[in-house]
Nanobody
């Protein structure tokens, strides 16, 4: 059974940091790419960052470059999203997902999703 579970969300002041975790079980951990998406109130879900199965390749969206870092620990079957210099506009529910194609940023390329974790940044 495929399962992804996010954790680490919470309330933080602008300029602060949070680290999100995505614990995987089942076959998801062998998929080519694991990504993070986010959905703010009233907005569509958007791509944030993704990492290859090996952890050697990564890509992210322009709005988080230099602030967010994706990484993984294959021994723990966990993918992380370190978020620094948080802004109010980073407030959203953050989801991790397992995808079929490295380089993909669209939701349709990701087949398994976690339940999400809320991140709220106060200004």
């Amino acid at each position: 059974q495929v399962r992804l579970v996010e954790s680490g969300g919470g309330l933080v002041q602008a300029g602060g940091s949070l680290r999100l975790s995505c614990a995987a079980s089942g076959a998801t951990y062998t998929w080519p790419v694991t990504g993070w998406f986010r959905q703010a109130p009233g907005k569509e879900r958007e791509f944030v960052a993704a990492i290859s199965r090996s952890g050697l390749r990564k890509y992210d969206t322009d709005s988080v470059k230099g602030r967010f870092t994706i990484s993984r620990d294959n021994g723990k079957n966990t993918v992380y999203l370190q978020m620094n210099s948080l802004k109010a506009e980073d407030t959203a529910v953050y989801y991790c997902a397992a995808g079929r194609n490295y380089g993909a940023t669209g939701q349709s390329d990701y087949d398994y999703w976690g339940q999400g974790t809320q991140v709220t940044v106060s200004s």
